[in-house]
Nanobody, 126 residues
Framework: QVQLLESGGGLVQAGDSLRLSCASS????????VGWFRQAPGKEREFVAA????????YYSDSVKGRFTISRDNSKNTVYLQMNVLTPEDTAVYYC???????????????????WGQGTQVTVSS
């Protein structure tokens, strides 16, 4: 079974940066998409960013576009989420997920992904 492990979360002040990592227990197939989702207390899980493994095409939610950057390192089998200019609105548990052969219309949909990590907490104070 493919296992995903997030790391890099923590407590920071508004305006600070964090880099989250998502390591896979197996090599990621070229046809896979890896995404980041987040869930704040009392809110639904929402899409943050995604990357196609082979092409490195990236996708972002409007709320993080220009501040967050998703990337991958094939040699380390790891996806990163660089988060800059953090605000309290970014406070949430962040999850990484992977899915195979996702079409464009489903990349932002959590139900399209097959594997999920356990999540890492990001807390941004004012």
């Amino acid at each position: 079974q493919v296992q995903l492990l997030e790391s890099g979360g923590g407590l920071v002040q508004a305006g600070d940066s964090l880099r989250l990592s998502c390591a896979s227990s197996a090599r990621t197939l070229s046809s896979y998409v890896v995404g980041w989702f987040r869930q704040a207390p009392g809110k639904e899980r929402e899409f943050v960013a995604a990357i196609r493994w082979s092409s490195r095409n990236t996708y972002y939610s409007d709320s993080v576009k220009g501040r967050f950057t998703i990337s991958r390192d094939n040699s380390k089998n790891t996806v990163y989420l660089q988060m800059n200019v953090l605000t309290p609105e970014d406070t949430a548990v962040y999850y990484c997920a992977s899915g195979n052969r996702l079409i464009l219309s489903t990349i932002r949909t959590s139900s399209a992904y097959d594997y999920w990590g356990q999540g890492t907490q990001v807390t941004v104070s004012s």
